[in-house]
């Protein structure tokens, strides 16, 4: 139905649709058609007035169409714009602590499945908040240094927040807040190399001069048993009231093992068959190792009460802090600032007397990259040999005599009074 008043306007219905204003006319010899809207929306004399417009655009030399159609691009161009600012401040506002669990659950390291369990409690300990009650001690636990950090918008991080958060929690403890910062620039390196993240992330912000400056020396330690204190190292192990600490240590000694790997020792993993010990390690998921003699019959005699090799009673089921056991046997020993650590260099130190240079790395579990010689991996045949000689000179060292040939569970020891005496 055409309006009688206003030229163009018309009311147009389909069997399918529902009836809606139109305006139709000639455009540069060009019949043209545009929706108006709807009779719910749109009065008679509106629908009338909005078609006279429409007209003389076209009288003006203007296409109706195109301006309709610059209206919605600039409409669309606005609320673009408006989600964008909206985007950006959302992104502006994102905290660490918003993006540190997702570190944590995919911020592994390259070439691995997932973080060491080790280095992933790590990491938790030094972004907690604090509160809890103390394991050990009275009070509850403090923030981990990187705490205050989460608060932070990841877009704020740069030289002069890490320096002025650095120079806080160096007062508590500079080589901890050392530690806490080269955990948390691989944070900064894994949001870097994300997309949604990369704009918002300051990479180098943790190796500014100014925060490098004030780290404590890397000095490292290069505390070991000398050759003459190995047997009095040894007869205080031997004379520990604690069995499980007292085999544990030695196993240390005898084997260049980290201390973790040792403590998390299982059964299964032990074969006196086959003489073999598979163990956790810090660079494979697990290596297998020479179970000799000695640390064969050692083991033997530990009672199994339980999955782990060195069990114990605590939550953990399995030995988690020796360092009691370990100070009784430095002071019988008189070796002051033997760390755990210590024995494995003891071990490798020795081992280099004995064997050539690839065998206490492959045993101690060095990655073949990580040491000078580049050393071939062995077999466990070629393997053996070297260690059982290793073992032998570590107690001959510790004066100990023993049946290399006696049934595992049925140890016997003789230590030498000189090495007692020491």
Partial sequence: MWDATAPGLGLRATPA???????????QGKDIRLTIGSPAAWSIPDAQAKARE???????GKDPRDLKRDALAAADAKKAAEVAQATAAAAQALTVGAVWPLYLESGRPKRRDAWKPRYRADLEA????????KKRGQGVTRPGPLYPLLALPLAAINEDTLKSWYDREAVAGKHQAARALMMFRGFLRWCAARP??????????GKAPAILEGLPPNTRRADALDAA??????AGSEQLSNRTASVYLRALLLTGARREEMAALRWEGVDFRWRKLTIADKVEITRTIPLTPYL??????????GPHVFASTGKAGRITDARASHAQVQQHAQVEHLTFHGLRRTFIRQARNIAPAGVPAQIAGHAPSAVAEGYAILSMDEL????ERVEAHILSLAGVKFDAQAEPGKLRVVVKAAALNQ
């Fill in 126 to 133: 030094m972004a907690a908040p604090g509160g809890e009650k």
């Fill in 384 to 387: 053996r040999p070297h260690a």
């Fill in 229 to 234: 204190q190995i047997a009095g190292w040894w």
């Fill in 196 to 205: 949604e993240y990369r704009n918002l992330t300051d990479r180098d912000a």
């Fill in 296 to 305: 064969a019959q050692l083991l033997a005699t530990l009672p199994r009460v």
């Fill in 54 to 60: 429409l007209q003389r655009l076209i009288d003006e």
């Fill in 17 to 27: 649709g529902k009836p809606a204003y139109v305006f139709q006319s000639v455009y």
